[in-house]
């Protein structure tokens, strides 16, 4: 099974960090909590065959002796066994990661692996070359520990200062040591921008990184995750708590449905199935241009465990799932591929569990019927079946499109920037950065904008194309 080194930057990705391992350990069939046998039980019945779990173990997990029987139970068998996240933790200060590191999955972080507590600025152009030879020592040693390193999974958000910055730093970084190795992001967009005021600017140029060094990209914007967590307080009829809103964000919720995703794309790599796609099919499918990376993803259900509303089995449940997967209620991003004059480049639907390739075969039907391909890209259709289902569902859908709607999301960074810029507010924090130039900021305007060019060419070109294919 392929492996994944996880990269957790700044304090919204060391937070979505600490959502993953727990829930990654949950998939496992691992304990993390001290409840009785019961829930032990029920969080190994998503299994058929328990071996699944112990094979797929060291995806993510580095245990030293591998004489060991791999099939853990609890956080104290791991503690015993020595087993380690195959996790780098970095940030500059120190209270998330120091937070993370006395909570229940503690153990599993090796101190060599976290880059932590340097004070001061931040940024790309202090941290980046201050540190470059730390880092590098520090992601050395975790590929060393691997023997089939597929990809690098990295978490950040682009509104803060550490993760956008050092975040793609490290992302550069990658690129230029381990230039095979796929490199794959889940980046949180802000609110409006709204929480960090110079979040425009951290926003830009670190889009522009991800577009010059990511092999994909996954981008989740914060208001979508708050939406689908005030969607799940309604379902469970919860009047007592507030709405969640801009000043109160229900991060642990939020966190834990990037996770669940993240465990979702990296299925297909870590467990057996009937028509399982690899992670590199993903990047090879659903890239048809290398910069075109940015990658939009919904998943269903989006609860962690089975929903009583799921009153339905059977292909009615299937084809639910593929209908809410497809509702804009689900989506980790607020673009609207599905709305007309956009086209899809590439699409991929990856199921897990109790699905068969007919039950596949039916719904792709209905969703090419609701989408405009480009004139090129009709069949364009990558799928998966990954026979191990989350823990607690039986089944799950990722959907994953490659769509010029992502064009509004650039559209956003760019304008967000400009209001900002106009006035060249708080540009001076950047300028009398070392290395920083301010002409900087022009230049990732013009890579945004480009692609955003390149997006509107496709989707013009294919616009008149199909027009003109109707008419014959
Ligand atoms: N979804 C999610 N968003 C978060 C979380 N923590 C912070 N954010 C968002 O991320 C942005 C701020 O980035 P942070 O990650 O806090 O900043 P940082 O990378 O540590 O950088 P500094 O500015 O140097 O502290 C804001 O838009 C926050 O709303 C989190 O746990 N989950
Ligand atoms: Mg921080």
């Given at each position: 099974?392929?492996?994944?080194?996880?990269?957790?930057?700044?304090?919204?990705?060391?937070?979505?960090?600490?959502?993953?391992?727990?829930?990654?350990?949950?998939?496992?069939?691992?304990?993390?909590?001290?409840?009785?046998?019961?829930?032990?039980?029920?969080?190994?019945?998503?299994?058929?065959?328990?071996?699944?779990?112990?094979?797929?173990?060291?995806?993510?997990?580095?245990?030293?002796?591998?004489?060991?029987?791999?099939?853990?139970?609890?956080?104290?068998?791991?503690?015993?066994?020595?087993?380690?996240?195959?996790?780098?933790?970095?940030?500059?200060?120190?209270?998330?990661?120091?937070?993370?590191?006395?909570?229940?999955?503690?153990?599993?972080?090796?101190?060599?692996?976290?880059?932590?507590?340097?004070?001061?600025?931040?940024?790309?152009?202090?941290?980046?070359?201050?540190?470059?030879?730390?880092?590098?020592?520090?992601?050395?040693?975790?590929?060393?520990?691997?023997?089939?390193?597929?990809?690098?999974?990295?978490?950040?958000?682009?509104?803060?200062?550490?993760?956008?910055?050092?975040?793609?730093?490290?992302?550069?970084?990658?690129?230029?040591?381990?230039?095979?190795?796929?490199?794959?992001?889940?980046?949180?967009y802000?609110?409006?921008?709204?929480?960090?005021?110079?979040?425009?600017?951290?926003v830009l140029?670190?889009t522009r990184?991800l577009i010059?060094?990511?092999?994909?990209v996954?981008p989740?914007?914060?208001?979508?995750?708050?939406?689908?967590?005030?969607?799940?307080?309604?379902?469970?009829?919860?009047?007592?708590?507030?709405?969640?809103?801009?000043?109160?964000?229900?991060?642990?919720?939020?966190?834990?449905?990037?996770?669940?995703?993240?465990?979702?794309?990296?299925?297909?790599?870590?467990?057996?199935?009937?028509?399982?796609?690899?992670?590199?099919?993903?990047?090879?499918?659903?890239?048809?241009?290398?910069k075109l990376?940015y990658?939009?993803?919904?998943?269903?259900?989006?609860?962690?465990?089975?929903?009583?509303?799921?009153?339905?089995?059977?292909?009615?449940?299937?084809?639910?799932?593929?209908?809410?997967?497809?509702?804009?209620?689900?989506?980790?991003i607020?673009v609207?591929?599905?709305?007309?004059?956009?086209?899809?480049?590439?699409?991929?639907?990856?199921?897990?569990?109790?699905?068969?390739?007919?039950?596949?075969?039916?719904?792709?039907?209905?969703?090419?019927?609701?989408?405009?391909?480009?004139?090129?890209?009709?069949?364009?259709?990558?799928?998966?079946?990954?026979?191990?289902?989350?823990?607690?569902?039986?089944?799950?859908?990722?959907?994953?499109?490659?769509s010029s709607s992502m064009i509004s999301l650039f559209k956003n960074v760019v304008e967000q920037f400009?209001?900002?810029?106009?006035?060249?507010?708080?540009?001076?924090?950047?300028?009398?950065?070392?290395?920083?130039?301010?002409?900087?900021?022009?230049?990732c305007k013009e890579t945004i904008s480009n692609l955003i060019m390149q997006y509107t060419?496709?989707?013009?070109?294919?616009?008149?194309?199909?027009?003109?294919?109707?008419?014959?």
């Amino acid at each position: 099974m392929s492996q994944f080194i996880s990269l957790q930057v700044g304090q919204c990705g060391n937070q979505i960090g600490s959502a993953f391992w727990p829930l990654a350990l949950h998939e496992y069939g691992v304990q993390t909590t001290n409840t009785g046998m019961n829930l032990l039980k029920t969080q190994r019945d998503h299994v058929k065959n328990i071996g699944d779990l112990s094979d797929a173990f060291d995806s993510f997990f580095v245990v030293p002796d591998n004489s060991h029987d791999l099939c853990f139970k609890s956080i104290t068998d791991l503690k015993r066994a020595k087993v380690k996240a195959r996790a780098i933790l970095i940030d500059m200060e120190d209270s998330v990661v120091g937070g993370l590191r006395k909570g229940p999955v503690r153990d599993l972080f090796d101190q060599a692996c976290v880059v932590t507590n340097y004070p001061g600025a931040v940024g790309y152009h202090t941290y980046g070359t201050e540190y470059q030879e730390k880092l590098e020592d520090t992601i050395r040693h975790m590929v060393e520990k691997c023997s089939r390193l597929h990809g690098f999974l990295l978490m950040h958000s682009v509104g803060g200062g550490t993760g956008s910055g050092l975040g793609t730093a490290v992302l550069k970084l990658l690129a230029d040591n381990y230039p095979t190795i796929d490199r794959l992001v889940s980046c949180i967009y802000p609110i409006v921008m709204q929480d960090v005021v110079t979040a425009p600017y951290n926003v830009l140029l670190s889009t522009r990184e991800l577009i010059d060094y990511a092999t994909c990209v996954f981008p989740i914007e914060n208001e979508s995750l708050l939406d689908i967590c005030n969607a799940q307080l309604k379902v469970k009829g919860n009047t007592e708590q507030i709405n969640y809103n801009v000043s109160c964000k229900p991060f642990q919720d939020m966190n834990s449905i990037v996770a669940n995703m993240l465990l979702h794309l990296t299925s297909g790599s870590r467990f057996p199935g009937n028509l399982n796609m690899d992670m590199n099919e993903i990047a090879t499918n659903l890239v048809p241009y290398p910069k075109l990376h940015y990658i939009f993803s919904s998943v269903s259900p989006l609860t962690l465990s089975a929903p009583t509303m799921y009153s339905v089995s059977g292909t009615k449940l299937i084809d639910e799932i593929f209908i809410n997967a497809w509702s804009r209620n689900n989506q980790l991003i607020k673009v609207d591929p599905l709305q007309s004059g956009s086209m899809i480049l590439s699409a991929a639907h990856v199921a897990r569990g109790n699905c068969s390739v007919n039950d596949l075969k039916r719904n792709i039907e209905r969703f090419r019927k609701k989408v405009t391909f480009t004139d090129w890209s009709n069949e364009a259709m990558k799928v998966g079946l990954c026979s191990v289902p989350p823990a607690g569902h039986s089944t799950s859908l990722l959907c994953l499109l490659n769509s010029s709607s992502m064009i509004s999301l650039f559209k956003n960074v760019v304008e967000q920037f400009t209001r900002l810029y106009r006035k060249k507010a708080h540009v001076y924090h950047y300028t009398q950065v070392r290395g920083f130039e301010e002409t900087h900021f022009i230049d990732c305007k013009e890579t945004i904008s480009n692609l955003i060019m390149q997006y509107t060419e496709l989707q013009s070109e294919s616009q008149k194309n199909i027009s003109r294919l109707q008419v014959l």
